[in-house]
């Protein structure tokens, strides 16, 4: 499961993070891994890299690009209540453990 911020410092080029992020993009494109993000956070993407200067139509061909490299997987009402009651202190990823467990 890819955070949200590694896949934004890979596509916006973020320093100091970009070179890192980009090169697990690389690796899940080659297949050495199998990237997957959350249908919600394809969302949080767009409007990342809309409010981030890119504009709608460059956010739309990253994502179109992204979808190719990495799996989008849903977010089950199951995931959302096993993040709530997990003990790891950021939800985000809490949900995205449960997602990737599942």
Same mark, same amino acid.
Do not use: H
């Given at each position: 499961?890819?955070?949200?911020?590694?896949?934004?410092?890979?596509?916006?080029?973020? *320093?100091?993070? $970009?070179?890192?992020?980009?090169?697990?993009?690389?690796? $899940?494109?080659?297949?050495?891994?199998?990237?997957?993000?959350?249908?919600?956070?394809?969302?949080?993407?767009?409007?990342?890299?809309?409010?981030?200067?890119?504009? *709608?139509? $460059?956010?739309?061909? *990253?994502?179109?690009?992204?979808?190719?490299?990495?799996?989008?997987?849903?977010?089950?009402?199951?995931?959302?209540?096993?993040?709530?009651?997990?003990?790891?202190?950021?939800?985000?990823?809490?949900?995205?453990?449960?997602? $990737?467990?599942?």
């Amino acid at each position: 499961m890819f955070d949200t911020n590694v896949v934004i410092d890979a596509l916006t080029d973020r *320093a100091p993070w $970009a070179p890192a992020a980009q090169e697990l993009l690389r690796m $899940a494109a080659i297949g050495t891994v199998r990237g997957c993000v959350t249908a919600s956070q394809v969302t949080d993407i767009f409007y990342l890299l809309g409010r981030g200067g890119l504009g *709608a139509p $460059a956010a739309k061909a *990253a994502l179109k690009k992204l979808a190719g490299v990495l799996t989008v997987v849903g977010v089950a009402s199951t995931d959302v209540d096993d993040a709530l009651a997990s003990p790891m202190p950021d939800f985000e990823d809490a949900l995205l453990a449960c997602c $990737a467990k599942r």
